[in-house]
């Protein structure tokens, strides 16, 4: 058998199935005959590692008949809009590998936006939920297809998980957009890969985490701001604060006209930008680089373990600040005087309101006071 006479034989059993599964599982094998004829691999030894098309789609009528409820009803549920009225104090969101989008609500009712323009059977594993407990709603998307027994199940030892390659998600995305009324007490927002963004909100504490996506949030008054992110960047501009904690394992972190009270900054192995006003000041990074504009500051605390630093500090009358770096040169700047060569110790400046201990490793330093 050749692969053309394979493929039509497989378009052939498939048409009892609906037009759009059709056309993901042909163009799955598709791949996967281009694959393998990439790596050298002949027709008949890729068709035999597919396996007997009248065995798959028998698995794959059995599968389709249990879930034929399922299907039904994520129809319905491929796109939800929600409106909430009552009292909350608080928004907790949970998108899994969805991209969850924060904004303001104009009617001052929490709305809710759920859309998965994914694959047919990428849309079958997710089920969109809402409810509120002791004055928290929480709304979410979850997984309720793992698809790896399915996908195991349908193509035996070819095939090791649903999503990396047989129905293939096809493009498209998964997203829970909500609209957050003025004055809530605190929203969280959770995602495993998903991206998080929040803009014009006005709240009183703002949680946002995510395994890999990226966080971008800009325009927002509040109170506490808590942020992390494990392999993304994170970008911040527009932010009135009185306290920030932002956290990267290895992504980036770029702040942008920010005012924040006491700031907290720290990524492992990510470079760290930040034009802000802020009274407390902790940076740090494990390998990359930092460039702080620092305006008004009281206290700052910066390391760098590997990379560069370069922090200015403007608009005080006195400042103490603790700066350590790994190995290299380094060098203070003041306004209207030259640059000064330095090493490790304690540095007094002006009247001597400004105290500035540094410690160096690794990589050059400049400090501008």
Same mark, same amino acid.
């Given at each position: 058998?050749? #692969?053309?006479?394979y493929l039509d034989?497989?378009k052939? #059993?498939?048409?009892?199935?609906?037009?759009?599964?059709?056309?993901e599982?042909?163009?799955?094998?598709r791949?996967h005959? *281009?694959?393998g004829?990439k790596?050298?691999?002949?027709?008949e030894?890729?068709i035999?590692?597919l396996? @007997?098309?009248?065995?798959?789609?028998r698995?794959l009528s059995e599968m389709?008949? &249990?879930r034929e409820?399922d299907?039904?009803?994520?129809?319905?549920?491929?796109?939800? @809009?929600?409106?909430?009225i009552?009292e909350?104090?608080?928004?907790?969101l949970?998108?899994?590998?969805a991209?969850?989008l924060?904004e303001?609500?104009e009617?001052?009712r929490?709305?809710v936006e759920?859309?998965n323009?994914?694959?047919a059977e990428t849309?079958l594993?997710?089920?969109f939920?809402?409810?509120?407990?002791?004055?928290?709603?929480?709304a979410?998307v979850r997984?309720i %297809?793992s698809?790896?027994n399915?996908? +195991?199940?349908?193509?035996?030892?070819?095939?090791?998980?649903?999503q990396? %390659?047989?129905?293939? @998600?096809?493009?498209g $995305?998964?997203?829970l957009?909500?609209?957050?009324p003025? /004055?809530?007490?605190r929203?969280?927002a959770a995602a495993?890969?998903g991206?998080i963004?929040?803009? &014009?909100l006005?709240?009183?504490?703002?949680?946002?985490?995510?395994g890999?996506g990226?966080?971008d949030? $800009?325009?927002?008054?509040l109170?506490?701001?808590?942020?992390?992110s494990?392999?993304? &960047?994170?970008? *911040?501009?527009g932010?009135? *604060?009185?306290?920030g904690s932002?956290?990267?394992a290895? /992504?980036?972190?770029d702040?942008n006209?920010?005012?924040i009270?006491?700031l907290a900054c720290?990524?492992a192995?990510?470079?760290i930008s930040?034009?802000?006003r802020? #009274?407390?000041?902790?940076?740090?990074?494990?390998? /990359?680089? +930092?460039?702080l504009?620092?305006?008004?500051?009281?206290? +700052? @605390?910066?390391?760098?373990?590997s990379?560069?630093l370069?922090?200015q500090?403007? &608009?005080?009358?006195?400042?103490?600040a603790?700066?350590?770096q790994?190995?290299?040169?380094?060098? +203070?700047y003041r306004k209207?005087?030259?640059?000064?060569r330095?090493?490790? /110790?304690?540095?007094?400046?002006?009247n001597?309101?400004? #105290?500035?201990?540094?410690s160096?490793?690794s990589g050059?330093m400049?400090?501008?006071?």
């Amino acid at each position: 058998m050749t #692969k053309n006479d394979y493929l039509d034989s497989l378009k052939e #059993k498939l048409e009892k199935f609906g037009k759009e599964l059709q056309e993901e599982i042909l163009e799955d094998y598709r791949q996967h005959f *281009a694959e393998g004829e990439k790596q050298g691999r002949t027709e008949e030894e890729i068709i035999e590692e597919l396996g @007997n098309v009248e065995e798959m789609i028998r698995e794959l009528s059995e599968m389709d008949q &249990d879930r034929e409820p399922d299907r039904e009803y994520k129809k319905i549920e491929r796109e939800r @809009n929600c409106t909430y009225i009552g009292e909350y104090k608080g928004i907790e969101l949970s998108g899994e590998e969805a991209d969850i989008l924060l904004e303001p609500s104009e009617e001052n009712r929490i709305q809710v936006e759920y859309k998965n323009d994914k694959g047919a059977e990428t849309q079958l594993q997710y089920d969109f939920y809402q409810y509120d407990k002791d004055g928290i709603f929480f709304a979410g998307v979850r997984r309720i %297809h793992s698809g790896e027994n399915q996908r +195991i199940k349908i193509l035996g030892k070819i095939m090791v998980t649903y999503q990396s %390659h047989f129905f293939g @998600n096809n493009g498209g $995305s998964i997203q829970l957009r909500v609209r957050v009324p003025k /004055g809530m007490l605190r929203v969280s927002a959770a995602a495993t890969s998903g991206d998080i963004s929040a803009c &014009d909100l006005e709240v009183g504490e703002l949680q946002c985490k995510t395994g890999s996506g990226d966080i971008d949030i $800009s325009a927002i008054r509040l109170k506490k701001l808590q942020i992390g992110s494990g392999s993304g &960047d994170i970008d *911040a501009s527009g932010i009135r *604060a009185e306290s920030g904690s932002i956290h990267a394992a290895s /992504g980036d972190i770029d702040l942008n006209d920010c005012e924040i009270g006491e700031l907290a900054c720290s990524t492992a192995s990510g470079d760290i930008s930040m034009k802000a006003r802020t #009274k407390d000041c902790r940076c740090s990074t494990g390998s /990359g680089d +930092i460039d702080l504009k620092v305006t008004g500051p009281e206290r +700052i @605390n910066c390391s760098a373990g590997s990379g560069d630093l370069k922090l200015q500090i403007q &608009d005080v009358d006195g400042v103490e600040a603790k700066i350590s770096q790994g190995s290299g040169d380094a060098a +203070i700047y003041r306004k209207g005087e030259g640059g000064r060569r330095i090493k490790g /110790g304690t540095y007094t400046y002006g009247n001597g309101a400004c #105290k500035v201990k540094v410690s160096i490793g690794s990589g050059d330093m400049e400090l501008y006071i």
